[in-house]
């Protein structure tokens, strides 16, 4: 079945840029997502990227896919202390798969003042 | 303001007793999720409903229960068939089956004495 693969902890000095990286196995995956979780709270929707793109950029955040290798990255730029929570990426398939997502870990994101 | 809204936040239960989660979306989605959160490991999906008086099994279902009676409403029921209940669960909802756009509640951590 698929797999998602994710480091269980990255430390960051505040101002720093902080790259979250991801693996996955599904060859069919279609998108490609980043969920933030704040301590004792849901998952929120931090971006996401189409399969057949390479790079999307939105404000700090940078999602970089090299989907040859199967690896998904997000970078923080200019890392707060806000950012610290844990971030999870997940894949889907395209249609009526497209809700059943497969979530890594997640990775605990601290950022040192 | 439209949202997901889990209760309790906190449980516990003695082993033996089953015990009732709510989940409520006032967001007019059609599809709802049940998620299990362990320490250090991803969200596993319990049972998902793409539409009203329809459910599925997820990955991890047994021990569980759910209905969908109404558009609104998703409860989980933790049954004492469930060998190892205490985590955190996760309700969810989108718009239809064919996003990965989900929209998550705070959670209800559930601790079996």
């Known amino acids: 079945g698929e797999d998602v693969e994710q480091s269980l902890f990255l430390s960051v000095r505040e101002g720093d840029s902080s790259v979250i990286n991801c693996t996955y196995t599904?060859?069919?995956?279609?998108?490609l997502y980043w969920y933030k979780q704040e301590p004792g709270a849901g998952l929120q929707l931090l971006t996401y990227?189409?399969?057949?793109?390479d790079m999307k950029q939105d404000q700090r955040l940078t999602v970089l896919l090299n989907k040859k290798d199967k690896h998904l990255s997000l970078r923080i730029a200019d890392t707060q202390t806000g950012d610290s929570a844990i971030y999870f990426c997940?894949?889907?398939?395209?249609?009526?798969?497209?809700?059943?997502?497969?979530f890594g870990g997640g990775t605990r994101l601290m950022v040192k003042p | 303001d439209g949202g997901i809204t889990q209760s309790p936040k906190y449980l516990f239960r003695k082993e033996g007793q089953n015990v009732t989660l709510s989940c409520e979306q006032n967001?007019?989605?059609?599809?709802m999720y049940w998620y299990r959160q362990d320490p250090g490991q991803g969200l596993r999906l319990i049972y998902y409903?793409?539409?009203?008086?329809?459910?599925q099994k997820g990955d991890i279902a047994e021990g569980y229960s759910v209905s969908r009676e109404k558009k609104e409403s998703f409860p989980l029921t933790v049954t004492s068939a469930q060998k190892n209940p205490t985590a955190f669960y996760l309700c969810?909802?989108?718009?239809?089956?064919?996003?990965?756009?989900?929209?998550f509640g705070e959670g209800s951590r559930l601790t079996v004495l």
């Open positions: 409903s793409q539409i009203v008086n329809d459910f």
């Open positions: 599904d060859s069919s995956s279609t998108y």
């Open positions: 990227i189409f399969s057949n793109m």
């Open positions: 967001l007019n989605h059609d599809a």
């Open positions: 997940a894949e889907s398939e395209a249609g009526n798969a497209g809700n059943m997502l497969t």
């Open positions: 969810a909802s989108s718009i239809g089956p064919y996003t990965g756009e989900l929209f």
